[in-house]
């Protein structure tokens, strides 16, 4: 599995990315018990310490809105997926049951306030790259509202994440497409975790590491990217 920040990192220089290729899924639609009181727990640390400060103060999402604006996104309506995700626990709200591995990824990205994303790997063409958008890039928007046209083109100058034959996630982090998201049916799959120049990326590689094992029986191999190391293989 082969990955390129090359194309945005001379003008988003704080960006690193690890790339886990996790293997020997075993992923149920249902959220078993365990893995709700993990969540929960995590639910509540980030209401202790995230309830009096403002989104923009938080510095693991300040960082996405700067660059998010970097490539020209001003609506308040496209915001990264960590953004969404600690809006949605300091409203009271709980993480959505999606399934056990989009779920666990979920709680890394609540409790490290970093974006992180998956793929099916098996339903991906490599190699893989966060790059600007070209004009015959498709996107299916995977949360279009029912009854929408779902496909929607990333605009030129925007920054996405793609692999040979279309963009699996458009403005960055902000949606994944639907052709290529993780089900109870996955294997195996390409993970992304994401920081801008804040926070320990390594600590949430590790936490990563060691739910998917726990909870999906996965085996993992880890690559990293950064702007002095663009390109990496896992």
């Known amino acids: 599995m082969q990955l390129s920040i090359a194309e945005i990192a001379?003008?988003?220089?704080?960006?690193?990315?690890a790339v886990i290729v996790a293997?020997?899924?075993?992923?149920?639609?249902a959220?078993?018990?365990s893995l709700d009181t993990l969540i929960a727990e995590r639910e509540s640390a980030c209401r202790a310490a995230w309830a009096d400060r403002e989104l923009a103060e938080i510095p693991g999402i300040a960082v996405w809105r700067s660059a998010y604006k970097g490539f020209g996104i001003k609506r308040t309506s496209y915001r990264s997926s960590v953004e969404r995700l600690v809006k949605r626990v300091l409203a009271g709200e709980r993480l959505p049951v999606v399934n056990t591995f989009v779920d666990l990824y979920n709680a890394v990205s609540l409790s490290h306030v970093m974006c992180c994303?998956?793929?099916?790997?098996?339903?991906?063409?490599?190699p893989l790259a966060f790059r600007y958008a070209r004009d015959a890039d498709s996107f299916l928007d995977m949360g279009a509202a029912e009854g929408t046209d779902p496909n929607d083109p990333p605009k030129e100058g925007e920054v996405v994440y793609a692999d040979m034959r279309h963009v699996l996630c458009r403005r960055?982090?902000?949606?994944?497409?639907?052709?290529t998201g993780i089900s109870p049916r996955t294997?195996?799959?390409?993970?992304?975790i994401q920081a801008n120049g804040v926070g320990d990326i390594e600590a949430a590689v590790a936490d990563f590491v060691a739910l998917a094992t726990a909870h999906c029986g996965a085996r993992c191999e880890?690559?990293?990217?950064?702007a002095l190391h663009p390109q990496l293989e896992v």
């Not at 293997?23 to 639609?29: A, F, R, V």
């Not at 960055?172 to 052709?179: E, F, K």
């Open 10 to 17: 001379p003008r988003f220089p704080d960006f690193r990315v």
């Open 23 to 29: 293997e020997n899924l075993t992923i149920t639609g």
């Open 31 to 33: 959220r078993a018990p």
């Open 117 to 126: 994303g998956a793929d099916d790997l098996d339903k991906v063409e490599p």
């Open 172 to 179: 960055w982090n902000w949606r994944q497409d639907a052709r």
């Open 187 to 192: 294997t195996r799959a390409v993970v992304t």
């Open 222 to 226: 880890i690559g990293r990217a950064d």
